[in-house]
C-alpha cells in the first residue's frame, strides 16, 4: 500500500475543501482506491499509486483555478473532474467576459476588470515597467486598479509582499489629538486601501495577511529608512507627499519591486508653501527608461454617472 503526503501551503484549505468538506467528499468518491485524510493543511494519500498521480494532477489544478478566481463553482468542478473544464468554460457565462481586461479574480469570483482604456493601459505598463505613475481626478480606478495589480502579483507568486501607503497630511498637527492608539489614528487614512483589498481577498485571509505582514498598509513616513524589496508597492494619494517624501519613497525600491505611485494633481492639500512632490517627479522623471506615466481622465470615472460632470465643471471654472 503506498502513501503521500500533499502540503496546502497557497489557500487555506478550507477554500479547496469546501463547507463541511463537501468537495473533499466529491473527491473521495471520484477517487475509490484511494483513501483521502486531511490533517490541517496537509492531505495523506493511501492507495493505488496510479490513482494517486490522477488525484495529484486533479488537485492541483483545483488549487490553480481558486488562486486565479479565489472559489470554484460546482459546475468547474465536475468539469475538472470529467477532464471538461475546457468545454466547460466555452459554455458558462465568463465565456463572454474578455479574459485580457480581468486582472484577477476577488471574492466570490468577482472578475476584477480593467474597465476603460486607460486603466487598461496600466496593467500594460506595470508589465514592462517598474515604476508606474497613474495620475488622474478622483473615481477614475487609479488605486483600486493598482490594489488589483498588487494583489494578482503576490497570488502570482511573483512577489512576496504587498506594501500600502500613504501621507496622513489631512491629520496635520491635530493627529495627537485624536482619540485611540497610532493605529486608529492613521487607519482613517489608510480606509480606502482597506476597501480595495475587502473586494479582493477572503477576510479571515486578509487578516491573516495583515498579521503576518504579507501585506502592510502604514503611512508613508514608516517607508524611511527601509529597502523595500521583493514587494509590490503603492504610493497612493502621491499629491500630498513633499518633493523630499517622494524622493525618500522611490529610493526605498529594492532590486525585485515593483512601485504604483497614484495621485491626484487637483486634489493638493500641502501648506502653501510646499510643494507637492507629485508635481517635481511629473516634471523631472518622465522619459527615464523603466518609469512609466499614465493619465487618467473624467473618461475614466467609475462611480455615479454625475461625478464626470462634476469633474468637468470644476475643470472649466479652473
Partial sequence: ??????????????????????????????????????????LIL?????????????????????????????S????????????????????NTNATDVILHG?????????????????????????LFAIGP?????TYTAVALAVRAL??????????????????????????????KIDPYLRPLYDALDDMIPAEKLKQYIETRVIEIAPLAFMRGRTLDNAFVILDEAQNATDLQLKMFLTRMGPHAKFIVTGDLSQIDLPKKQQSGLLK??????????????????????????????IKAYDKND
Fill in 46 to 74: 493511501t492507495g493505488d499509486e496510479l490513482e494517486m498521480e490522477l488525484f495529484e494532477n486533479k488537485f492541483f489544478q483545483l488549487e490553480e483555478i481558486i488562486l486565479k478566481k479565489g472559489v470554484i463553482t460546482d
Fill in 155 to 184: 497570488k502570482n507568486k511573483e512577489v512576496r509582499r504587498i506594501i500600502l501607503a500613504r501621507p496622513a497630511v489631512e491629520a496635520g498637527e491635530n493627529l495627537g489629538f485624536l482619540p485611540g492608539d497610532l493605529k486608529e
Fill in 107 to 131: 471574492n466570490g469570483g468577482k472578475a476584477i476588470k480593467a474597465k476603460t482604456i486607460n486603466q487598461k493601459a496600466m496593467v500594460e505598463h506595470i508589465e514592462t515597467n517598474d515604476i
Fill in 281 to 310: 517627479a511629473v516634471k523631472i522623471l518622465e522619459g527615464i527608461e523603466g518609469i512609466k506615466f499614465q493619465y487618467l481622465t473624467y473618461e475614466d470615472v467609475v462611480r455615479h454617472k454625475l461625478v464626470k460632470d462634476i
Fill in 138 to 142: 478622483a473615481g477614475t480606478g487609479k
Fill in 1 to 42: 500500500m503506498n502513501n503521500k503526503e500533499i502540503l496546502i501551503e497557497n489557500l487555506d484549505p478550507i477554500e479547496i475543501f469546501g463547507n463541511n468538506n463537501r468537495n473533499l467528499k466529491i473527491l473521495q468518491a471520484h477517487f475509490p482506491k484511494l483513501k483521502i485524510v486531511s490533517r490541517g493543511n496537509q
Fill in 76 to 95: 468547474q468542478f465536475k468539469a475538472l473532474l470529467a477532464g471538461d473544464l475546457q468545454g466547460e468554460a466555452k459554455d458558462s457565462k465568463e465565456a
